[in-house]
């Protein structure tokens, strides 16, 4: 029997290119080590949506800013596919590419490259990844747009320290940054995570909101009422399910009507997605207590 390939498409981060604005130097090209650009009859055009890592290195390689980032329906990114593309380039190209990963905080993604390379016997000196802790530099690269947006992954306080101290309150959260609208699903420490996607008022109304909702989670934020453009969060939260196959999805709302939106847009997403997950549905009241806590 012949056996036949389903691709799921998605919506992510991909690099657009005006071709009016660009020039042609090549400038990106070099920039971008998975190999998705290529020189076309003298324009930069991306060749392979599976390539693009939707990071955006390319950005800071162009002149005359022809390269901008946008969310489409596009194959998942494949680690795997890009390996064997970067391996061929030598050794400083795979590293280029590894530090890429590796400064966005994609640890997964780096994890597989490193794996890739020792599954087909590819010696590389990956002392400069810092390859046992993956810890990440102290100042993130900046791959484009506003550094106040720029995605990392960070350590979150140990369950085993004390959550109040006599000088501070230990915070739980795990990465940066927060907001759906600014949030790639495909971020590595979406994979196979529990996910709670919070209204924004629900921290400021319930006191212990890290140690209750954050802890062991990875937060996501959003606005029913206020916030533009819900068609891309249910794309996103489809993603998450189907591409990130997170495990859990908790939803943390207020009391006030207007919250119950959120709901529905998450609800909207389970019923379009391939994949099945839990939802639980968490109600806080406007005196921070908790109003109700069921599976839906």
Known sequence: MQKIKIIVKTVRQIIKIDEQLCNGCGACIEGCHEGALQLIDGKARIISELYCDGLGACIGDCPVGAI???EREAEPYNEYAVMERIVVKGETTIL?????LKDHGEIEYLQQGI?????????????SIETKSFVLDSEPKLGCGCSGSLERSFTAASSNEPSVSSTQIQSRLTHWPVQLHLLNP?????????????????????????????????????CPKLDSNKESYIAKIIEMID????????????????????IQLVQTAAQKAFRKVPIKKIV????????????I
């Open 186 to 222: 495909q971020a590595g420490f979406f994979r196979k995570a529990n996910i709670v996607i919070a209204a924004d008022c629900t921290a400021y109304a319930y006191a212990d909101f890290h140690n209750r909702f954050i802890h062991n989670h990875t937060l996501a934020i959003a």
């Open 68 to 70: 901008t980032i946008e």
């Open 96 to 100: 280029a590419h590894l530090k890429h």
């Open 243 to 262: 591409s990130a196959e997170i495990n859990t999805l908790t939803v943390v709302i207020m009391e006030v009507p207007c919250c119950g939106g959120l």
């Open 115 to 127: 794996d890739y390379l020792k599954e087909h016997n590819v010696d590389v000196n990956l002392s």
């Open 284 to 295: 806080v009241g406007v005196q921070g207590d908790i109003k109700e806590e069921t599976w």
